[in-house]
């Protein structure tokens, strides 16, 4: 079986949230197009979650991966993991903090090992993990360390052509501006222009890198790290025959004309990047993971405390999250045989 025709490994997420919900939903609403795919979660409580909001997916417990594409058309294959505590919609509780982390380790072995083609993760809740002594600041590092030593994670968050990587990611804006530095951004502009490449199948990506400051600076009135810190990543970049330009200013890099002129927007801290791309396509947008050794897609939003249980949850960003990994995984295999 090759890469593409392996089951999408998806993950529990915090069972408090909307994950059981999505996936559910994911299922039901699935298309001709939709990848096979499996949830590491107990069945128990889907089937139970899928009676409360009124979703009768039909689901079938599997014992590996190699069970689901024969299940998949017929029901959700599930493959098996249990809650040490009884998960109620909208409580998160610390005591389950391990299950999804295992949840998450399961994905990456399977998928690391060939049994499965991505990682797809569903929200966790980063303050009942925390809680229960995690010491990573979010799934991107997490990931990461799953991976192995020297893997630089660097988020992209992408609704079709969109795509926006902040250099600093869950740092105070203070931390973030005070990490930011030329060797950050330039590294983040190598992983991107690979996985663009890569991942993405653009045989010449184009990106535009934002600036700091208002106005990019203003010439230096307005601040120097445009001159002084992201202008020479910019030049390293070029340097090594990559189309990267700017630094640009952020408040005109995100309308509709200067989004033509790039294939990604490298920016300078989190919200300057997930702000204009949650604003422009909050149902459709994927949180992506570039520079791990398998793919990882995500849907791009929380856990949904407020709703979860109610039966209004959308699974619109989690089935853009799974056909995304499933054209990632595509474009890699065929990268990777060329």
Not at 7 to 25: K, R
Request: charge should be negative.
């Amino acid at each position: 079986m090759t890469a593409a025709e392996l089951p999408l490994a998806l993950t529990m997420g915090d069972p408090a949230g909307i994950g059981g919900e999505i996936a559910l939903n994911a299922w039901a609403g699935r298309s001709d197009g939709t990848a096979p795919f499996f949830v590491i979660d107990d069945p128990g409580r889907l089937a139970d979650l899928g009676r409360r909001i009124g979703v009768m997916t039909a689901i079938k417990l599997i014992r590996s991966p190699s069970e689901a594409n024969a299940v998949f058309p017929q029901a959700l294959p599930v493959l098996g993991a249990a809650l040490p505590n009884e998960a109620i919609p909208g409580q998160p509780d610390p005591a389950n903090a391990q299950a999804v982390l295992s949840s998450i380790e399961t994905a990456v072995r399977l998928v690391m090992s060939g049994d499965a083609g991505a990682v797809v993760t569903n929200p966790i809740h980063k303050q009942s993990l925390y809680e229960a002594n995690f010491p990573y600041p979010g799934h991107t590092e997490y990931l990461a360390a799953l991976a192995g030593d020297d893997i630089t994670p660097v988020m992209m968050l992408a609704a079709g052509s969109f795509r926006v990587v902040p250099v600093t990611v869950h740092q105070s804006l203070t931390e973030a501006l005070s990490d930011l530095n030329t060797g950050a951004i330039t590294q983040a502009g190598l992983i991107t222009h690979a996985a663009l490449k890569q991942d993405f199948g653009l045989p010449h990506p184009r990106i535009a890198v934002a600036g700091l400051n208002p106005h990019a600076g203003e010439g230096g009135a307005m601040g120097s790290e445009e001159d002084q810190i992201i202008a020479p990543a910019v030049s390293a970049l070029t340097e090594v025959g990559i189309d990267a330009f700017g630094p640009i200013a952020p408040d005109s890099l995100f309308t509709p004309q200067a989004r033509d002129t790039y294939d990604a927007a490298l920016c300078m801290y989190h919200d300057q990047a997930l702000i204009p791309i949650k604003t422009v396509a909050f149902e459709t947008a994927v949180n992506v993971t570039l520079g791990l050794p398998f793919v990882r897609t995500s849907p791009d939003h929380g856990t949904a405390f407020d709703i979860a249980g109610t039966g209004q949850a959308s699974e619109t960003s989690l089935l853009a999250a799974l056909d995304m990994a499933a054209g990632m995984v595509r474009y890699r295999a065929t990268a990777q045989a060329a």
